[in-house]
């Protein structure tokens, strides 16, 4: 069974930076093949999309997000990171990492906990 490592999570101040990691028990061959993916969930809120990466490299990002945060992957590490600048308080939630091997399997990460507060 798959299963994704997260961390990177912690406490920092509005404006510092932070980068999530995420690593798949899976072969570099199969890494290379999913698209990786980064949500966040406040609690009492649906979980969100942050920011995704194909395949392919081609990336998107939640509008929230966009010009801050940077996703990116290392298939020869099988891992793919979230690169988050300019942090503010409202960016405050657990971070999931997601792989999707296809269209209609998703597999998810334990959650790390990224806190924003002077």
């Known amino acids: 069974q798959v299963q994704l490592v997260e961390s990177g999570g912690g406490l920092v101040q509005p404006g510092e930076s932070l980068r999530l990691s995420c690593t798949a028990s899976?072969?570099?061959?199969?890494?290379?093949?999913?698209?990786m993916a980064w949500y966040r969930q406040v609690p009492g809120k649906q979980r969100e999309l942050v920011a995704k990466?194909?395949?392919?490299?081609?990336?998107n990002y939640a509008d929230s997000v966009k010009g801050r945060f940077t996703i990116s992957r290392d298939n020869r590490k099988k891992t793919a990171y979230l690169q988050m600048s300019s942090l503010e308080p409202d960016d405050t939630a657990a971070y999931y990492c997601?792989?999707?091997?296809?269209?209609?399997?998703?597999?998810w990460g334990q959650g790390t906990q990224v806190t924003v507060s002077s």
């Open positions: 997601n792989a999707m091997p296809t269209s209609t399997q998703s597999i």
């Open positions: 899976v072969s570099r061959m199969l890494f290379s093949i999913y698209t």
């Open positions: 990466v194909t395949s392919g490299g081609s990336t």
